[in-house]
């Protein structure tokens, strides 16, 4: 019998297309679940309350919050999920994965967590310099506010008493010296096979989904080297590895474990669905 990876989605874009597409070219069986419209009998281990879904598992849900706790019931059922529930919890919390750099020795960010407005104000004159203030779960940029002032920060830090309570997790990070980019490179399993630079002209926001511009970015062996260990110690998958440049060398600020990557395929011309593709093949003859 051959192989069937399954994909879990809750929304299909240019990846989850290309690495279907890919797949099937390969003559691999794919199985699309669609995490909107599933549902599982958690108080039973084994997989006979559902058909099988595949013999390796593709996580693919935009939504973190469905994301993590759909890869933690399948798992539990006994499935093999790219990337892990222990993986996906470190790189989705921004919090966790600045304590798991930081254990590891890995350069990052001067980084402050506070838990009421307070406490983020004494932090931000501690820190005694421009922050960003970012929630601790998010993606696209979205509520990141640059704090360049101890007026502008209280006013911030006292909103957010207003919204969702994870928003109250104040997590001030140091607004590094960089150039106008950073940098995103692509780690799949043991090897780095693309990089880009993403440009912001507006904000210090790069993320291409608010209008970063991407160009290509040549792996150096130091990119190499800090991009594998910074994947290796979030327990490693498909990985997009977020650094910047500052004047004493590279710091990682974040990883991201459901990585979008269309606009590196535009940029360098490197098939990264055959690379994913690859990588499940070998995950699931294991």
């Known amino acids: 019998?051959?192989?069937?990876?399954?994909?879990?989605?809750?929304?299909?874009?240019?990846?989850?297309?290309?690495?279907?597409?890919?797949?099937?070219?390969?003559?691999?069986?794919?199985?699309?679940?669609?995490a909107k419209q599933s549902f599982f009998n958690i108080t039973h281990k084994d997989k006979d309350d559902s058909e099988n879904l595949g013999d390796v598992l593709l996580q693919r849900c935009v939504s973190y919050f469905r994301n993590l706790h759909l890869?933690?019931?399948?798992?539990?059922?006994?499935y093999y999920v790219v990337n892990p529930y222990k993986v996906s919890s470190i790189c989705g919390n921004k919090l966790l994965t600045?304590?798991?750099?930081?254990?590891?020795?890995?350069?990052?960010?001067?980084?402050?967590?506070?838990?009421?407005?307070?406490?983020?104000?004494?932090?931000?004159?501690?820190?005694?310099?421009?922050?960003?203030?970012?929630?601790i779960v998010g993606s696209w940029g979205?509520?990141?506010?640059p704090l360049k002032d101890e007026e502008t920060a209280l006013a911030v830090f006292e909103e957010r008493e207003y919204m969702f309570p994870l928003y109250q997790i104040y997590y001030i990070?140091?607004?590094?010296?960089?150039?106008?980019?950073?940098?995103?490179?692509?780690?799949?399993?043991?090897?780095?096979?693309a990089g880009i630079y993403r440009y912001s002209f507006t904000d210090v926001k790069t993320n291409i989904a608010r209008g970063g511009k991407a160009e290509y970015?040549?792996?150096?062996?130091?990119?190499?080297?800090l991009s594998l260990k910074a994947a290796e110690v979030v327990g490693g998958g498909i990985l997009g590895v977020d650094m910047m440049e500052t004047e004493d060398g590279f710091v990682v600020h974040e990883i991201n474990h459901t990585v979008e990557f269309k606009a590196t395929v535009e940029t360098t011309g490197v098939n990264i669905p055959k690379y994913i593709v690859g990588y499940l093949i070998r995950k699931a003859k294991k």
């Open 217 to 225: 970015c040549q792996i150096t062996d130091e990119l190499r080297e």
């Open 71 to 78: 890869t933690a019931i399948l798992e539990n059922k006994g």
């Open 98 to 135: 600045s304590i798991t750099l930081s254990k590891a020795g890995i350069p990052t960010p001067e980084t402050y967590v506070a838990f009421t407005p307070e406490g983020a104000l004494s932090a931000f004159k501690k820190l005694n310099r421009p922050a960003i203030l970012k929630p």
């Open 1 to 34: 019998m051959g192989i069937t990876i399954g994909i879990v989605y809750d929304q299909i874009r240019w990846e989850e297309k290309a690495i279907i597409e890919t797949a099937k070219a390969r003559g691999i069986k794919v199985n699309l679940i669609n």
């Open 142 to 145: 979205r509520l990141i506010v």
């Open 173 to 193: 990070q140091d607004m590094v010296k960089r150039p106008p980019r950073d940098i995103r490179t692509f780690v799949i399993g043991d090897e780095v096979v």
